[in-house]
C-alpha cells in the first residue's frame, strides 16, 4: 500500500576563483572553506531546515507526530461521514509517513554523525513497522476498495481514479485481500525474501580465493597471493594476458553452490508469494502496472532485439578479434572474458584522445552552468545557488540549488552533496527528500531531493574535473532531479520518479543522449584555467567513444533482462538457475557460453531489480524514440522541450505510462517499435564511429 519509495541517486559541489565564471559555476569550482551565513546566524534551523532537527532527539518529535497524524488520517478514512475523496486521505497519509521515513533513510545513510545517524535510524525502523500495521488494516482497505470498485461519493477525476487503484494495488501485493492464514504466510515469505535476497547480494562481490596452484603458472604474478592462496576479483578482467583473463573470469565466475542454493529459494518463495497473492508469476506481479505492463508483451521486445543484434554485433566482435591478433597472431577466438578488456581499449585508443587533458574543460562548475543553460533553454527553468542556515546541511561541502521557472516562482530544492569524505556511501544516487503535492488549501508543497555523487573535492589551484563517465553520470543524476522539480502533480504518492520503475529511467536515460551530443558538449566545455573551447574534431570524438561497440552492451543486457523473466516466470525451472542461463546465454548471446560458470550468481540486481532488469533496456528504448523524434534535429528547442516537459515529465505517475509515451510521441508504442528504435541506434552509432575513423586516416 503505502510505498515509502526513498529513491534513486545523488550529487555534490565544490570551489574555484575563475573571474569568467558565472555565479553558479564559481560555486561548483571554489574550494569549500566556510558558509558565511552559518557564522553569522547562530540559531540552528535543523536538517532541511525542519525545526525539529536541529538535534538527534528531533527524529523521536517529528516520528511521533507522524504516527499521531496517522491515526487521525486511518479514523477519518474509515469515518463514514468523511467530507472528501478517500484518495486525498490516502495521500496525505502517505505524505506523512514518506516525508518522516524518507528524510530519516537519506540521513540514515549519508550523516557523518553516528548520533544523529541512529537516531534516524531508529525513526526509520518505527515508520516502516508503522506501515506494515497500516499494510494490514482492514478498515482502510474496505474504505479505499469500495471507492474503487463502486466510485467515491465525493467527484473524482481520472488521476484520482488511478491513484486510488494505485493505492488498492498495493494493498492486493501485501495480500490483505486473503484469509488471515493466507496473510501471515505472505507476512512470512516476504520476511524471508528479504533476508535471502541480503545474504544473495552480499556475497556477489566477494572475491574468490584459491590455492594458487591452480592458477596458470605464467599468469600467477596477476593476482593477489600470499604464497599458497591467491585472491581473484573482477577487476582481473582488465588485464592484458589473454591467459590471465581467462583464468579470471572461470575462477570468479565459478558455480558456487550456496549461491545456487539462496537463489533458488528466492525465485520459490517470490513465486509463492505472488501466487498467494493472484498473480500467475511473480514477474506478472513485478510487472503490472508498468511502461510494459506484462510479460507477453516484454517477451516480444526481447525477441526482436534477440533477432536483430546478432548481425550488428558481429562488426564488433571482429574488429575486437583482430586487436586480439595484432596481440597474439596465435589468439584463440574472441571470448566473453575478451569483451570487457578490448572495449575499454578501443575507447582509450582508437580516437587518440587523452581524457585526463580533455577533462580540463570539464571542470563540475562549468558542468552544472552547462546543464543549467540546457534547462533554461528546455524547460525555462534555471538553477540558482540558494542560502543555507546553520544545522541546515548535513556537510560543509553540500550546496543547495534552487529551481526556478520562468516566471521567477520556486519549483523546488536539489541539494548536491557531491564530494566523498569518510563513511559516505560510494554511489551516485537520486534521493527524494519530499514529494511535490497539492495540498488541502490550495498551496503547492514544494519537492526537495538530493543528489548523491562521489567526485574528488576541488583543491586550492584546481577545480573538480569530470571524465567522461562522471559527466555521464552527472546528467543523469540531474535527469532524475529534474523529473522530481518538474512533475506538478496533485499527489506526492505519485510525483516525479514516484512511477513505474521503466519510466523512471526515461528522464535520467535521456538526458545521457544530450551528454554524447556534440552540439551540447561544444557550449558547455572550458578550460579551467584559460577559458579556452576543445576544437570540434576533438568534441566530435569524445562523443564518439561513447558510441563505441553499443551493440555488445546491449546484447548483454539483453541476456541479464531476458534470464530474470525467466526466473521469475512458471516454476519449476527446466534445471537449476545456471542450466537457465546457459540456455539463454546461448540463444542470444553471439559468443559461445563458459561451461561450469554462473554470472548470474555474482548478479545482485537479481535483488533490488526482481523482474524489473528490464526498466534499463525498456527505458533506454523509449529515451531512444523521443531523442529520435523530438531532439536529435535540435538539442536546444524550446518547443520540444515545453511539450516534453508538460506531457511527459509534469504527470508523474498520475498517468498510466504506456499512454503517457504514446500521447507524447503521438503514436502507438508497441514492443516491437521500441525494440527497433534501440536497433536503428545502434547503427546511427556504428555510422558515426566508422566514419570518424576514415576520416582519421
Not at 513 to 519: C, I
Not at 590 to 598: E, M, R
Request: hydrophobic share 35%; proline share 5%; glycine share 6%.
Amino acid at each position: 500500500m503505502l510505498r515509502l519509495l526513498t529513491n534513486i541517486r545523488k550529487c555534490s559541489n565544490s570551489r574555484r576563483h575563475v573571474s569568467s565564471l558565472s555565479p553558479l559555476a564559481a560555486a561548483f569550482n571554489t574550494k569549500q572553506n566556510f558558509k558565511l551565513s552559518s557564522i553569522l546566524n547562530t540559531k540552528n534551523s535543523g536538517l532541511f531546515n525542519v525545526e525539529e532537527l536541529s538535534s538527534p532527539q528531533g527524529f523521536h518529535h517529528i516520528k511521533e507526530k507522524c504516527k499521531e497524524n496517522s491515526e487521525k488520517l486511518v479514523q477519518e478514512a474509515c469515518d463514514p461521514d468523511r467530507t472528501r475523496n478517500v484518495v486525498s486521505i490516502f495521500d496525505d497519509l502517505s505524505d506523512e509517513l514518506c516525508r518522516v521515513a524518507d528524510l530519516a533513510e537519506f540521513i540514515r545513510l549519508a550523516h557523518p554523525d553516528q548520533t544523529v545517524a541512529l537516531a534516524a535510524q531508529d525513526a526509520c525502523i518505527e515508520i516502516s513497522a508503522l506501515v506494515e500495521t497500516l499494510n494490514t488494516n482492514i478498515g482502510i482497505f474496505k474504505a479505499l476498495k469500495n471507492a474503487v470498485e463502486n466510485g467515491d461519493r465525493f467527484t473524482e477525476t481520472e488521476v484520482d481514479k488511478r491513484v486510488a487503484e494505485l493505492f488498492l494495488q498495493d494493498f492486493h501485493q501485501c495480500g490483505i485481500h486473503l484469509p488471515l492464514a493466507d496473510r501471515q504466510k505472505v507476512v512470512d515469505l516476504t520476511d524471508s525474501i528479504l533476508r535471502t535476497g541480503q545474504i544473495f547480494a552480499s556475497n556477489c562481490q566477494i572475491p574468490r580465493y584459491v590455492k594458487t596452484n591452480i592458477l596458470p603458472a605464467q599468469v600467477r604474478a596477476q593476482f593477489q597471493s600470499d604464497g599458497e592462496h591467491s585472491v581473484v576479483s573482477g577487476y582481473n578482467l582488465d588485464t592484458p594476458s589473454d591467459l590471465g583473463r581467462e583464468a579470471a573470469y572461470k575462477v570468479y565466475y565459478w558455480k558456487e553452490e550456496q549461491q545456487e542454493a539462496l537463489l533458488a529459494q528466492m525465485l520459490q518463495e517470490r513465486h509463492a508469494l505472488a501466487k498467494l497473492c493472484g498473480y500467475p508469476t511473480f514477474a506478472h506481479r513485478a510487472l503490472s502496472y508498468s511502461l510494459v505492463e506484462t510479460p507477453e508483451s516484454l517477451a516480444r521486445f526481447h525477441d526482436v532485439l534477440g533477432r536483430g543484434l546478432p548481425s550488428r554485433v558481429k562488426q564488433d566482435h571482429e574488429a575486437m578479434l583482430n586487436m586480439k591478433r595484432k596481440l597474439n597472431p596465435m589468439c584463440q577466438p574472441l571470448a566473453v572474458w575478451d569483451v570487457p578488456y578490448y572495449s575499454h581499449q578501443a575507447r582509450a585508443n582508437w580516437f587518440k584522445l587523452d581524457i585526463e587533458k580533455v577533462s580540463e574543460y570539464f571542470s563540475l562548475g562549468v558542468a552544472m552552468e552547462g546543464l543549467n543553460d540546457l534547462f533554461q533553454s528546455l524547460y525555462g527553468a534555471r538553477l540558482e545557488v540558494a542560502e543555507t542556515f546553520n544545522g541546515e546541511l548535513w556537510s560543509p561541502d553540500v550546496f543547495k540549488l534552487a529551481v526556478i521557472d520562468s516566471d521567477d516562482k520556486l519549483l523546488g530544492y536539489i541539494y548536491c552533496d557531491f564530494f566523498t569524505r569518510p563513511g559516505k556511501p560510494y554511489q551516485d544516487c537520486h534521493f527524494t527528500v519530499r514529494g511535490g503535492r497539492q495540498r488541502n488549501d490550495g498551496t503547492y508543497q514544494d519537492p526537495v531531493v538530493v543528489l548523491m555523487l562521489n567526485l574528488s573535492p576541488p583543491g586550492w589551484k584546481t577545480p573538480t574535473l569530470l571524465s567522461p563517465s562522471a559527466l555521464d553520470n552527472l546528467f543523469h543524476e540531474m535527469g532524475h532531479a529534474m523529473h522530481s522539480m518538474l512533475g506538478r502533480t496533485k499527489f506526492q504518492h505519485v510525483t516525479g520518479t514516484r512511477c513505474s520503475t521503466d519510466f523512471a529511467e526515461v528522464p535520467s536515460t535521456l538526458m545521457e543522449y544530450f551528454a554524447a551530443d556534440p552540439r551540447v558538449l561544444s557550449r558547455i566545455n572550458k578550460h579551467y584555467r584559460t577559458g579556452e573551447k576543445l576544437p570540434d574534431h576533438v568534441v566530435d570524438k569524445l562523443c564518439a567513444t561513447r558510441k563505441i561497440f553499443s551493440g555488445v552492451e546491449l546484447q548483454a543486457q539483453l541476456v541479464f533482462s531476458a534470464v530474470d523473466q525467466v526466473y521469475h516466470g512458471q516454476l519449476p525451472l527446466q534445471g537449476d538457475t545456471t542450466d537457465v542461463f546457459a540456455s539463454v546465454h546461448s540463444s542470444l548471446h553471439s559468443l559461445p557460453y563458459v561451461d561450469n560458470t554462473a554470472p548470474q550468481l555474482r548478479f545482485s540486481h537479481l535483488v533490488g531489480y526482481g523482474a524489473r532488469y528490464y526498466s534499463y533496456l525498456i527505458a533506454k528504448s523509449v529515451a531512444s524514440a523521443i531523442w529520435q523524434e523530438n531532439f536529435q534535429q535540435d538539442p536546444f528547442s524550446s518547443d520540444a522541450g515545453k511539450r516534453y516537459r508538460e506531457q511527459c515529465l509534469s504527470h508523474g505517475g498520475g498517468k498510466r505510462s504506456l499512454n503517457l509515451v504514446s500521447d507524447y510521441l503521438q503514436h502507438p508504442v508497441p514492443p516491437d517499435q521500441l525494440a527497433t528504435a534501440l536497433l536503428k541506434e545502434v547503427d546511427e552509432k556504428n555510422d558515426t564511429v566508422h566514419g570518424l575513423i576514415r576520416d582519421s586516416n
